[in-house]
């Protein structure tokens, strides 16, 4: 185990050497744009070739999309408990998310002219669903649900299937719940590029959404440009702060939970006032640890990704959480510590307040999308929301009156700037 000291002399070099790792290796980039370029050149013929290479997949191009009606049969075989599942969290997620919903709005600015915003639903957006370790069943409703609420008329969904070319039922009946009818069989890069660049069978999409692992994120953002792309949400991270109130056996599990997802690149930091809030935090890790399923995945995450840090203040966790920008915040301190961190910490995707509020609320079903900004991308990235999936118009409307009064306005910046045609296409409305 890591720990730092926040008094050490080191201690900013070595935070900042350890976030470092977030970063994408050069052989992950150079291997990404490979395969980006083969999608582009080749099509299907290059999904179907990755398929095979990376997921065992073999299927032709006529395979790519789900029959609707395999959507509807999963649906159909799934546990009534399961269904109250997702319909439970489907409608936290709707209530928190249709609050966010953006308005438009008209009004008059000083010179007596209606301007405005207008906002409308990009028209076609793919959702990324990763496979992986795990179905992610829940960022079918963190994704979908939100772009339904912004009612985008096309909303696609690509998602990786096994080597018999099956999706978990659960991620299909989450599809069906929620009115999605366009699914493709399609992970990793090679679904980011067919999003991007389209198929023969695969319309392009206008933006791009969903988590991923470090490829698919690194993929993102290499077609961003060509595409729209939100937020590269990478492998999963979780800060906990803690303090003498922490329940020690609660801070464990939360940061073994994270760690859980299992694919070596996640970041779990615990950040505490004491060596023995560490201690105990630890200790309970070790013992819980051991009886977990994926206990080995698990902990090879803790020997990579896991940091403890000791600080001697509220004030020097908050510098610290600002300047990781995790995730997943969770603030397992004394209420007055809580009032004053969630004011001083402006760069978390998400903040999980007190002992009983555990990240895999949020992740399931608490409400707000679990897309959320992960390798310090929190700095200038917010957590998915609907005005993510509408795009803002602003309207301006003048009439003779008003033109008047703005045209001295427009005549001292033409003549600054000279462009005198800018100029004149608004003097010739005064005369």
Request: aromatic residues 6%.
């Amino acid at each position: 185990m890591r720990i730092l000291h926040h008094a050490s002399k080191t201690f900013d070099a070595d935070v900042a050497d350890f976030c470092r790792t977030t970063m994408v290796p050069r052989e992950i980039t150079e291997s990404v744009a490979a395969i980006l370029a083969d999608v582009r050149e080749r099509g299907d013929e290059a999904v179907v070739y990755y398929a095979a290479k990376f997921d065992g997949a073999k299927l032709r191009a006529r395979d790519l999309r789900v029959k609707p009606s395999d959507l509807t049969v999963a649906a159909k075989r799934l546990p009534a408990a399961e269904r109250r599942a997702l319909v439970a969290a489907r409608d936290s997620i709707m209530d928190y998310n249709r609050r966010g919903l953006p308005r438009g709005w008209t009004a008059k600015n000083p010179h007596g002219a209606m301007v405005g915003e207008k906002f409308d639903p990009l028209r076609r957006v793919g959702l990324y669903v990763p496979g992986g370790q795990v179905p992610l069943v829940s960022t079918v409703l963190m994704t979908v649900t939100l772009a339904k609420i912004a009612q985008c008329p096309q909303v696609v969904v690509f998602t990786p299937c096994n080597a018999e070319g099956k999706i978990a039922d659960g991620l299909l009946a989450a599809l069906h719940l929620l009115g999605v009818d366009e699914v493709y069989r399609v992970g990793g890069v090679q679904a980011i590029g067919a999003m991007a660049f389209g198929t023969t069978t695969i319309p392009p999409v206008d933006k791009i959404f969903g988590p991923g692992n470090a490829y698919t994120c690194e993929a993102m953002r290499q077609v961003f440009g060509i595409v729209g792309v939100n937020g590269l949400p990478g492998p999963s991270e979780l800060m906990v702060i803690a303090d003498d109130t922490a329940r020690a056996d609660y801070a464990a599990a939360d940061l073994l939970a994270q760690a859980e997802h299992g694919s070596g690149r996640e970041k779990v930091y615990l950040v505490a006032t004491s060596s023995r809030v560490i201690t105990e935090i630890v200790n309970e890790m070790n013992g819980q640890l051991q009886t977990l399923t994926r206990s080995e995945k698990t902990q090879r995450v803790l020997e990579q990704g896991f940091l403890a840090i000791e600080v001697g203040s509220m004030q020097q966790a908050a510098a610290v959480a600002n300047y990781v920008a995790p995730e997943h915040l969770e603030l397992l301190v004394s209420e007055a510590a809580v009032k004053q961190l969630t004011k001083a910490v402006t760069t978390a995707g998400a903040i999980m307040i007190g002992n009983e509020t555990p990240t895999a609320l949020g992740d399931f079903t608490a409400g707000p999308s679990h897309v959320l900004p992960t390798g310090r991308a929190g700095r200038f990235f917010s957590g998915m929301r609907v005005s993510d999936f509408l795009r803002r118009t602003s309207l301006v409307r003048y009439d003779r009156k008003s033109v008047r009064k703005g045209a001295p306005v427009v005549a001292a910046f033409a003549a600054m700037e000279r462009l005198d045609a800018h100029g004149r296409s608004v003097k010739i409305r005064t005369l």
